[in-house]
C-alpha cells in the first residue's frame, strides 16, 4: 500500500503489522485499535489521524507527518519516529518507551502524561507550548526549545499526496 491515498478512511481494529504504507495519505484516517506492529509508514501523511489505542511497536515513522494527530494511549514502543512532525498533537497516555524521536518536531505537543522513559529525543524540538510529564526534564533530554510555529496550514493548500515528493532524511538508518 506505498504512497495508497486513504484520506479519511476509518480503519478501527485493522491488522496492519509489517505492511508498506510509506508516503501513504492517512490524513484524518482513524486507526483507534489498530495493529501496526513492524508497520513502514515512513514519510506518511498522518495529519489529525486519530491513533487511539493503537499498537504501533517497533514501526518505522521516519519523517512521517503527524501534525494535530489523536494520539491518546497508543503503544509507541521502540518505534522510530526521527524527524516525525508531532506538532500540536495530542499524546494523553502514549508510551514512547525506548522510541526514538531525535530530530522530530514536538512543538505544541502534548506529553503531559507520555511514558517517555528511556525516548530518545536528542535534537527534537520544543516550544512554551510542549507539555511535559511533571517530572520529566526535557532539556536533559536534549530536546532543543525554538518559537511555536504559530498556526497550521489548511490542508486544502498541501500539494496532493500522489505528486508530494518526501525530502530525503538527515538522520543516518
Keep these: 500500500m506505498r504512497r495508497a491515498d486513504c484520506d479519511g478512511l476509518w480503519f478501527p481494529e485493522v491488522n496492519f503489522d509489517r505492511a508498506c504504507l510509506e508516503a501513504a495519505g492517512l490524513y484524518h484516517a482513524n486507526l ?3 495493529s501496526l506492529v513492524s508497520v513502514n509508514l515512513r514519510h506518511a501523511d ?6 487511539r489505542r493503537a499498537r504501533c511497536i517497533l514501526a518505522d515513522l521516519r519523517g512521517a507527518k503527524l501534525v494535530e494527530a489523536d494520539l491518546r ?3 509507541f514502543t521502540e518505534t522510530d519516529l526521527r524527524e516525525a512532525n508531532l506538532r500540536k498533537a495530542v499524546a494523553h497516555g502514549a508510551v514512547f518507551q525506548r522510541a526514538d524521536l531525535r ?3 514536538l512543538r505544541g ?3 503531559s502524561t507520555a511514558n517517555l522513559v528511556e525516548a530518545r529525543l536528542t535534537g527534537a524540538v520544543a516550544s512554551e507550548h510542549t ?5 520529566f526534564n526535557h532539556t536533559a533530554a536534549g530536546v532543543v526549545d525554538t518559537d511555536d510555529p ?3 496550514p489548511s490542508p486544502l493548500l498541501q500539494p496532493p499526496g500522489m505528486t508530494w515528493q518526501a525530502p ?4 543516518t538508518p
Design 32 to 34: 483507534t485499535q489498530a
Design 46 to 51: 498522518l495529519t489529525t489521524a486519530i491513533l
Design 73 to 75: 494511549d497508543p503503544d
Design 103 to 105: 530530530m522530530a518536531d
Design 109 to 111: 505537543t502534548d506529553l
Design 131 to 135: 507539555r511535559w510529564p511533571a517530572d
Design 150 to 152: 504559530g498556526p497550521e
Design 168 to 171: 530525503p532524511l538527515r538522520s
